[in-house]
Nanobody
């Protein structure tokens, strides 16, 4: 199983980025997909999740209204559109897959992790 995350980079505050995660080696529609992030010196935290069929989504309060998660079943990919970025969003973002949960919100329950993509927001 491989989750290949991409799309990170350096952006100014107020800007946007779109993260992508390409999944392979698993039955994509059997997994809830999500994004977590880890800032320097902090624990990994939940950002957003989407259900197997894409009908349900969940967001951390800190990103609600600014980030949008989506998935493309044909491409076995999940995306995170991030708008109105702030320096507090600076972190390494990880793609995650969970087969047991309706929405992958708990890092302990994640079955597979991507390698992470770094997002840096300058003020």
């Amino acid at each position: 199983v491989q989750l290949q995350a991409s799309g990170g980079g350096l952006v100014q505050a107020g800007g946007s980025l779109r993260l992508s995660c390409a999944a392979s080696g698993l039955t994509f529609t059997s997994y809830s997909m999500g994004w977590f992030r880890q800032a320097p010196g902090k624990e990994r935290e939940f950002v957003s999740a989407i259900s197997r069929g894409g009908g349900w989504t969940k967001y951390a309060d800190s990103v609600k209204g600014r980030f949008t998660i989506s998935r493309d079943i044909r491409k076995n990919a999940v995306y995170l559109q991030m708008n109105s970025l702030s320096p507090e969003d600076t972190a390494v973002y990880f793609c995650a897959a969970d087969r047991r949960s309706s929405l992958v919100v708990d890092a302990i329950r994640v079955d597979f992790w991507g390698q992470g993509t770094k997002v840096t927001v300058s003020s």
